[in-house]
């Protein structure tokens, strides 16, 4: 294991580089500090209070920005029912170029569609960057930013250009407290308690696996899947902490939310609006105009829509519920559509608002965070 972790250490430092400025003070790399000056982003530590049902976050950071260097900060106290927490979301969010790197995320879901984002970060000063290879030498604290996830989302899907991918778990509402707590827990440590940042160590990934760890004793091993977290979306599903009913290569085809928080930019229902195809993944499918849409029997309503755009030609989809359909050799066969909608295309010819696959069988491993045994499955 040593020797594995010296050789991802070597090739982050060779693929990175050094773009930080280093510490000079021995002090600084000696001992960790709250006290320096911070990127403003970074100024302020969350906290978390609990009273029997309620707990109480302060410092929740909502940042509106401009540019990634340009925004308005604002933090918030925010009270949440425990009792009405019910489930746990991922994030993955890999680093372009080096898809094998990747910053991780949760996001606690509450009834009402409530969403609170965690996301364990370098604590960077003023003038700070990131590098992997500073991470490995005590040059950046640790730091978790409790924010809301229009905040951490919009910043990276927007602001950085990077890919984001969003999943949800199998916790059930008790673990998903159990996570909870533990996570907030550890944010009032790290307000008492500095600790050094380390890309292998000490980092997203590694925080997000011993928070579930401490709570299913070794849930989640010590793996690639930790070490090189861009491949951590894939441990997680084989390990069957997410959704199995559908292969693993569609259900990362839909988990990608960058089109969803673009569209919804500034929509007040932000946080839901972006798991449209989490939330409802089986509810409706999409598919490109058939060639013989006009010779389709079937009720008025989706024949004579669907015939007049592929007459035209146009670049559009219908929009239909699973029920209503079948294929046929000719193209596809209408039941009973109604309510059609057409959807342009982009400029790939897809339907921009939806990428997902027809849902592969139900897997028999059973469902649920902190106890699952993976059945054996076929080769998807």
């Known amino acids: 294991m040593a020797r594995g972790l010296a050789l991802v250490g070597l090739l982050l430092g060779l693929v990175s580089g050094c773009r930080t400025m280093p510490r000079n003070d021995l002090s600084d790399v000696i001992l960790p500090s709250n006290y320096r000056e911070w990127s403003p982003e970074f100024s302020v530590l969350p906290t978390a209070e609990f009273d029997g049902d309620r707990v109480i976050l302060r410092n929740v950071r909502n940042a509106s920005y401009v540019t990634e260097t340009n925004y308005i900060l604002e933090y918030e106290t925010r009270e949440y029912r425990l009792s009405k927490l019910e489930h746990v979301d991922f994030f993955l969010v890999p680093f372009k170029g080096m898809e094998f790197i990747a910053h991780t995320m949760i996001s606690f879901g509450f009834a009402g569609g409530e969403y609170v984002a965690v996301s364990a970060e370098i604590r960077t000063e003023k003038g700070e960057a990131y590098s992997p290879a500073s991470g490995l030498a005590r040059q950046f604290e640790l730091t978790y930013v409790v924010a809301d996830e229009r905040d951490v989302v919009?910043?990276?899907t927007r602001h950085r250009d990077a890919d984001v991918y969003l999943y949800r778990t199998v916790a059930t509402?008790?673990?998903?407290?159990?996570?909870?707590?533990?996570?907030m827990g550890r944010v009032n440590e790290l307000a008492e308690h500095p600790e050094f940042y380390n890309t292998l160590t000490n980092n997203c990934t590694t925080n997000i696996v011993s928070h579930v760890n401490r709570i299913a004793p070794h849930k989640v091993p010590y793996n690639i899947g930790v070490l090189l977290p861009g491949?951590?979306?894939?441990e997680a599903y084989d390990l069957g902490l997410l959704d199995q009913s559908v292969p693993f290569r569609d259900l990362k085809r839909q988990a990608r939310i960058n089109d969803l928080a673009d569209a919804f930019y500034d929509d007040p229902d932000f946080s839901t609006k972006i798991r449209?195809?989490?939330?409802?993944?089986?509810?409706?499918?999409?598919?490109?105009?058939?060639?013989?849409?006009?010779?389709?029997?079937?009720?008025?309503?989706?024949?004579?829509?669907?015939?007049?755009?592929?007459?035209?030609?146009?670049?559009?989809?219908?929009r239909y519920s699973t029920s209503e359909f079948e294929d046929s050799n000719e193209g596809y066969g209408v039941r009973q559509a109604s309510a059609l909608e057409p959807i342009p295309l982009n400029e790939q010819g897809r339907n921009p608002l939806?990428?997902?696959?027809?849902?592969?069988p139900p897997s028999r491993s059973r469902q649920s965070l902190f106890g699952i045994i993976p059945s054996q499955r076929d080769q998807r």
């Open 276 to 318: 449209r195809r989490v939330l409802e993944p089986d509810r409706t499918e999409f598919l490109p105009l058939a060639p013989h849409a006009d010779e389709f029997d079937g009720q008025p309503n989706g024949v004579d829509l669907l015939g007049r755009l592929s007459r035209r030609g146009a670049p559009s989809l219908a």
């Open 173 to 183: 509402p008790e673990q998903s407290e159990q996570l909870f707590r533990d996570v």
């Open 354 to 360: 939806d990428m997902r696959s027809p849902a592969a």
């Open 231 to 234: 491949y951590s979306d894939r």
């Open 154 to 156: 919009r910043l990276r």
